[in-house]
Each structure stands twice: as structure tokens, then as C-alpha cells.
């Protein structure tokens, strides 16, 4: 409850006094789950719904609006936002990140969008890497089994003057396919190699000091089309903090960051006639994001936090046959800019209020206010309750986007699917209410309730002959929930955790409107997921960790009917085995209850089947 975190006032506080709905996972959890990958370890936050599509696919969302193009979850890893402005969304499998070096992840659902920004809508997942003074020395690992087939990772820190410290690092992975409905292997094997560095000034200055960057270049086979995706990228990041007294602080940053991806596109293909043939579509991004903050503190009842940013970003297509962006290349500006106010009413009672006003190339100016009431009912206890605005600003999915079908022009069809000028920002008006307590020496727990209202949600509308289909601002609609989360430190050497999560949705077509799905495209949700998690320390230097979660059934889009994935029971489990003080032999277990099960791809015989995974890994610090 006293850790530090910074995800909810962008300012360091304890996690016990955060007036949000957010749940911290630390590195020691994240290493006794047994995750291989950032996304299996984003399955310990009670607040995520976490979703495997198949080896290297995954959807990732809190408080609904899951699906193949999720785009209202803001995702950051080490102050660098990592979403893709072609969709709005977060492509996962390229965020691969060291988790060894890992300090925590931050997740917070609900909307952030007074702080950071537009798409920040449902939440924010704030990854933090531990500083590269906590990084000395070597560390190297090593894992192989049935569907992790090979991975290994080597770390080295050291100095490079009195308190400047850095740390480089390499990975390298191998992961096997899964398999189709009926047990044909699934073209899906993935690989990626991953290197980076890192270094941090420390002691006691008033200036401290960041530069990190990463390259990494990875392939995977495609499911839905023949071919190979190919993913590469490098970015770098500098960051200076300066304090100026002991209630003032301010912090620049700059960072570029590049990706590239190609991948194979299905031909136009109508009653068997081939009409535009498949290819390879490919994109790359550039983007600069330039960002300032000050904090301060004026009088005895007044913390202010104010920003501004620039980011600029050059999107350039080599467009498919039968999948295109216009223009190709496209240049975008965001300019913006931030207030928040935390005003002591009492000793024990707090009001945060601000906004953050941004201007994009699409929708221009969009304001994101909020309202926070926070009071400390005891030292232990806590009850908070917030009124927020967020946007989710049009992607180039949304704007940009053509799906052509090679017709002649007599037959009036130039397209598909194609994005319109004309899309707005989808909008959400949120109100939440939450506890969080130390309720004994041993049992902790917090609960947050919130009912959210859209409107001007993307829907997918047919034109008078059907095709081609505009995406548009249709749909609107509710949806509430309650996230629940528990710690009980049972006994010394037992420790459990518990979590629940209820979420009922409401989309559908505005009044007058059309939708070529009913409203069901934006939205692939279980109504309830319950969690458990028992952590033991046995005698022998011994680790006995075990993790079951139970997910509801859920209705996909991505058909030619609405289809149901069956709600499933699953368990991980892993045991760790300390020789020595610097030495780890783990055998982990995931997914133990099925040989395989879907997760999320629609029903049918080339549906993906998450097997079941059994991989050793050794771990060696000096």
C-alpha cells in the first residue's frame, strides 16, 4: 500500500492514497507467474481483460470494447506511448520488453485523458523499467519447451563515471505454432530478436539523467492469409529531471521512435471470381514527441501540475491491392497541453481538478476535464469518486482507409470498406466510485464501480447498395461494472491473491441510423472474470506459485455471423528452485486444464486453439 506510484497525478504517491481504479504489478510477481511475454504478464491485473488470439496475436482492453482493432487503451513503456495512430491500438506483438528489468507495471482503468492524452479512454498501462543503477552486474536465462521453444536473455550493468550508471542487453525467442480446431498446426511460429541499452545518472543532484533505446526485428507466420509478417523498429529516449526545492520539479523529454511492419493481404475474391489479387501491404512510422512538465506546490492547500507537448508523426503506406491508405504518405502535428489542480480542503479531504486540451490534424481542438474527490477516511482507508471526459480521436482506419474490390466501374462498387472525412472522436463522459483499504496487518483489498456513456462510437454503415460500408459515428451506448481485488498474507511463507470483474454493455445504433452489425463490431466482452493467485515460499529455497482464472463467454464479430467463444476454467502453475543465492531453476506450466481452447478467433475449423505449455528456464545473476 505505500508503494510509489506516478500513473494517476503523474506525480509520485502511495498506491493506498492514488484516487483510481489502479492495480500495480511488481517484477517479483511478474517473475514467480511464470510470463514469457509482456501480454501474459498484463494477465495479472484484475482490471484487463487479457486475450490470446494465437501465438503472437492479442486483444488487450479494460472496461470493454475488446476486439481485433482495440483502440481505447493507452499504452506506455517507459514514458514512450506505443499505440499505432493507423488504428488507434497497440500492435503487442512487437512490445517485447525484458521483464527481468522490469520495476512494475502501473495499470489504471477507467479514463486518463486529462493527463495523457486522447485514447486514453478506458484506462492507461504505464510500463516502468527498474533504473540502471538496480541493473548491475550480469544476468543471463535461458528457456525452452512444447510452445516457448527456445528463449534466452543476457543483461550487463556497469559504470561508466562516479554515479552515471548504464546496462545493455540482448533476447532472442522462439515460439512454436498452435494449432487449428481439430489439431492441424496453425501457421502462426513467431521469432523476434530484441537488443538495448540503457543509462541513468543518480546520487545526489539536483539534475538526473535518461537515455535508453531498443532495436528489435521479429517474423511471424500470418493465420488468415499465406505469408510471413514482418515486424522491426528502434527508438531513443531522453529524459532530464530537475528539482528545484523539495515542492517543485520538472521534467523534459524527448524521444523518436521507428516501426516498420509488412504483411500479406488477401485477394478480392466475389462468387469465386479473383478481382484484385493479394500482395503485401507495409507501413512505416516516424514519430518525435517532444513533452514538458513542472509541478509545484502554492501555499498549504494547492499541488499544481501543468504540461505541454508536441509530437509529430510521417506515416508512409506501400499500399495492396486490396488494402490502402489515402494519402499514402501522411504527416501529422499534435500539439497539446495540461492543468491539474490538487486542492486540500480538509486534512483528510482532497478535490483534483484539471483538463488537457489537445489539437490534431483530424478533429482539431478536443478537451478532456475532470473532477476527483478523494478522502482519506483513516490513515488505512480510502474512498475516492471521479467525473471524466475522454476522447478516442479518429485513426486512419477510421479517415484514411479503402478496401478496393477491382470491379468495373459499371457495377458502382469501388470498395469494400473505406473510412470517411467526415468521422469524429468517439466520446466518454465516466463517473466512478472506489475504496481501497489495509483493512488488517494481513488482508488489503479495494473495489471501483463506474457507469460509462458513449456516444458518436464507430459503426460500420452500408451504403444504398450494400457495399461499400462506411465507417461512421453510429453507435452510442452504456456500459457499468465493478472491479474487485484482495491480498491476504494467509502465513508468512503463503500469500493469496483474489480478483473479480462485472461488466454489462449497452451499444446500439443511434436513433435514425444504420449499422452493418447491429453494434456488435466495436465490442467481443465477457460479462464476468474471477481470478486467483497463491504464492508460497517451501522449505528447501523452494517457490510454488499457481494461478487459475475463469473467463465468461464472449460473442466475436469477425464472421459472417456473430459467433461464441465458450467461457473456459484454466490454471498456470510454476516451481522454482533456488541452489544458490544467484541461481533460479523454474519449470512453468500454463493453460493445464485443456490440451488446447480458443480464447477469441471466430468459431470455425481454421480457429485457433491456445494449446496447452510446459517450458524449464535457468537464471543466473553474478
Known sequence: MDQQVTSVSKE??????????????????????????????????????????????????????????????????????????????????????????????????????????????????????????????????????????????????????????????????DRNPEVYTGGAPAPDAWSEGRGGFRIDTAGTSDDKFTLQGDYYNGASGNTLVPGIDVESGENVLGRWTHTFSSDSDMSLQLYYDRTNSSQPTAPSIIKGITFEPGGFFADSLDTYDLNFQHHFVVGDRNQITWGAGYRFTHDQNNN???????????????????????????????????????????????????????????????????VSRAVRTPSRIDHDLEEPTGLPPVFKIPSILTGTTAFTSETLIAYEVGYRAQLTDKLSGSISTYYNDYSKIRSTTPSATIFPVYLQNNLEGETYGVEVSADYQLLDWW????????????????????DFTNGLNETADPQNQVSFRSSMDLPENMEFDTGARWVDTLTVNNGPTAGTIPSYFELDARLAWHPTKNLEVSVVGQNLLHDEHPEYTFPSPTQVQIERSVYGKIAWHF
Not at 489504471?108 to 485523458?113: A, E, H, Q, T
Request: no cysteine; hydrophobic share 40%.
Open 12 to 173: 509520485p504517491e502511495p498506491f493506498g492514497q492514488a484516487p483510481a481504479a489502479i492495480q500495480i504489478i511488481t517484477n517479483d510477481e511478474i517473475r514467480r507467474s511464470g510470463a514469457s511475454s509482456l501480454p501474459e504478464a498484463l494477465r495479472l491485473a484484475d482490471n484487463l481483460e487479457v486475450d490470446q488470439d494465437n501465438a503472437h496475436d492479442w486483444n488487450i482492453s479494460a472496461r470493454g470494447f475488446n476486439a481485433d482493432l482495440s483502440n481505447k487503451l493507452l499504452v506506455l513503456i517507459d514514458g514512450r506511448t506505443v499505440y499505432s495512430p493507423l488504428f488507434s491500438g497497440v500492435i503487442w506483438d512487437v512490445q517485447n520488453v525484458m521483464l527481468e528489468d522490469l520495476d512494475r507495471i502501473e495499470v489504471v482503468s477507467g479514463p486518463g485523458g486529462t493527463l495523457w492524452g486522447a485514447n486514453a479512454v478506458n484506462g492507461v498501462i504505464n510500463v516502468i523499467s527498474k533504473s540502471a543503477q538496480d541493473t548491475q552486474g550480469w544476468y543471463m536465462e535461458g528457456a525452452g519447451g512444447s510452445e516457448l521453444r527456445d528463449s534466452g536473455e543476457i543483461r550487463y550493468g556497469g559504470t561508466l563515471a562516479p554515479n552515471v550508471y548504464y546496462r545493455v542487453y540482448g533476447t532472442y525467442f
Open 320 to 386: 495492396a491491392p486490396t488494402l490502402a491508405f489515402y494519402p499514402a504518405p501522411l504527416n501529422q502535428n499534435l500539439l497539446s497541453t495540461f492543468v491539474q489542480d490538487e486542492i486540500k480542503l480538509q486534512d483528510d479531504l482532497f478535490f483534483t481538478l484539471g483538463t488537457k486540451v489537445e489539437h490534431n490534424d483530424y478533429t482539431g481542438f478536443e478537451v478532456q476535464p475532470s473532477g476527483r474527490l478523494q478522502w482519506n477516511v483513516t490513515p488505512k482507508q480510502m474512498l475516492w469518486a471521479a
Open 495 to 514: 500469500r493469496l491473491h483474489a480478483g473479480y470483474d462485472f461488466l454489462k454493455e449497452h451499444i446500439h445504433v443511434r436513433p435514425g441510423e444504420v
